[in-house]
């Protein structure tokens, strides 16, 4: 299924980050697993839809691929911290849940340890060029592991988040500043942002 389909290349993903490491390998091989399993194709504006739950580097490369982005309401960020990846094909509400096996210290302990020195603020410079090596390595490691090492591979059934609705903006009565209307907080009756709302509990 989505065979046909042409997926970026990794380098376009490397442009858009600013340079090669682990988690956009990750994110890359994720959204191309999905892709290829949903047959869904990036370019169809919100048929295709990421739910991640980390705001790691691996989301970077989710939105490269698969063209899912908060602005267009596709990609939707839960911050559970964990490296689990979910992907929607609206059109058939089949879901493919993608949770990493394993760290990437367990993928590469050496990489782990040469992490540390380089970001111990006393490493050499030959250390640091090491720690670049490892890490080019490592990444490149991940997109040629295959699927069922890399990530627990589930279609799963999930209720499927409505599109993104477009709402009227208000004024906040202690700021003067534009606040979307499902956002708003009310206080002694009038409407507020959340930065200035004054939360109360007693719990």
């Known amino acids: 299924m989505g065979e046909s389909i042409q997926i970026l290349p990794f380098s376009e ?6 340079h ?13 697993i999905a892709i290829k399993e949903l047959g869904s194709d990036r370019a169809i504006d919100e048929e295709f839809l990421a739910i991640v739950e980390n705001d790691s580097c691996s989301v970077d490369a989710i939105q490269v691929v698969t063209g899912c982005t908060i602005g267009k309401g596709n ?16 059109k058939t509400g089949d879901t493919l ?14 990489f782990a340890e040469i992490r540390e020195k380089a970001f111990s603020g006393s490493a050499s410079e030959e250390e640091k060029s090491k ?22 591979i589930e279609h799963v059934k999930i209720e499927i988040p409505e599109e993104a609705r477009i709402f ?22 009038k409407i507020v942002c959340i930065p200035c709302f004054n939360d109360y509990s007693r719990t």
């Open 13 to 18: 993903v490397t442009k858009f980050h600013g």
């Open 20 to 32: 090669v490491c682990p988690g956009t390998a990750i994110g890359y091989r994720a959204s191309e």
């Open 75 to 90: 990609l939707i960020f839960k911050d559970h911290g964990k490296n689990v990846y979910s992907f929607v094909n609206r």
């Open 97 to 110: 849940r993608l949770s990493l096996k394993m760290s990437i210290d367990e993928m590469d302990p050496e």
């Open 131 to 152: 720690f670049e090596e490892k890490k080019d390595k490592a990444s490149f490691d991940i997109l040629d592991m295959p699927d069922a090492k890399l990530f627990k």
């Open 168 to 189: 009227q903006s208000v004024k906040c009565a202690k700021c003067g500043e534009m606040v979307a209307e499902h956002r708003a907080r009310v206080e002694n009756g």
